[in-house]
């Protein structure tokens, strides 16, 4: 532990060129330093969940009209 704290900027160059840390208290691994591929787009994969085209159009007067609290609108 105390070796990653002092040599952090090294380590991250490690991982940079592909290699894995373990990062360890005594003899007891507790982390993981591993790179990430910032060209690929991260998957959530724990809901399956889709957002339709139209998704950041305008609302209709009427629904904007209820988020904004002016129902007197709708009258």
Known sequence: MQHAKTHLSALLAEVEAGEEIVIARGDQPVARLVGIDVHRP????FFNFHLPEDFDDPLPDEELALWEGRHDDLV
């Open 42 to 45: 991260r998957e959530v994969d």
